[in-house]
């Protein structure tokens, strides 16, 4: 045990780490108090990198191209092509256009959370102890994902994919 916190310490993981989440926890606040909104998308952009970078020292290359190509280059640069399309000076008003809409907002995000606890409580006992690698020692970590994509959860990946493809068709129109 001893022998294996000693390589963990001299690999450098801590370090970065530590340097990696105070930057982070720095850009999430950033982006959540600047004033503007080209600010905020790059602060949520060095956010995602960040989180990018935590994976690729956690040993997890899928899940950190994952996070790059699709969340940093696609979800990201949608939102930077539509904060380009309805201009960048205007003004936002401070002034509710809905009646109670600050109020709805606060009890979909209580109910979100709630689902997310709910979510997380039901899994926790389905997890393996050595994690993905230890429970398919003999595959890398991209083929057990997609046997648990396209075996256990083929539903769930299909109904996410004609979602996007009809919210981007949405946004088309």
């Not at 993981?13 to 926890?25: D, Q, Y």
């Not at 092509?81 to 809905?98: C, K, Q, R």
């Not at 209580?110 to 409580?121: C, D, S, T």
């Not at 396209?150 to 981007?168: C, D, H, N, W």
Request: proline share 2%; net charge neutral.
């Amino acid at each position: 045990v001893l022998a294996g916190h000693v390589a963990d310490k001299q690999s450098g993981e801590p370090f970065f780490f530590w340097l990696l989440a105070v930057v982070s926890v720095c850009a999430a606040l950033g982006m959540i108090l600047v004033r503007k909104a080209v600010h905020s998308a790059l602060l949520l952009a060095t956010v995602m990198l960040c989180l990018a970078a935590m994976y690729a020292i956690q040993n997890a290359p899928f899940l950190a191209f994952v996070q790059v190509i699709v969340y940093t280059g696609a979800v990201l640069m949608l939102f930077l092509f539509v904060l380009m399309l309805i201009g960048v000076d205007t003004t936002d008003s401070l002034v509710e256009t809905l009646r109670g809409q600050r109020v709805a907002a606060v009890v979909v995000g209580l109910g979100f959370a709630a689902l997310l606890v709910v979510a997380l409580a039901g899994t926790l006992g389905s997890f393996h102890p050595k994690g993905v690698a230890g429970a398919e020692a003999d595959k890398g970590n991209v083929v057990a994902i997609a046997e648990l994509l396209f075996s256990r959860y083929v539903f769930a990946f299909e109904a996410t994919s004609a979602l996007l493809i009809t919210a981007g068709l949405g946004a088309m129109v």
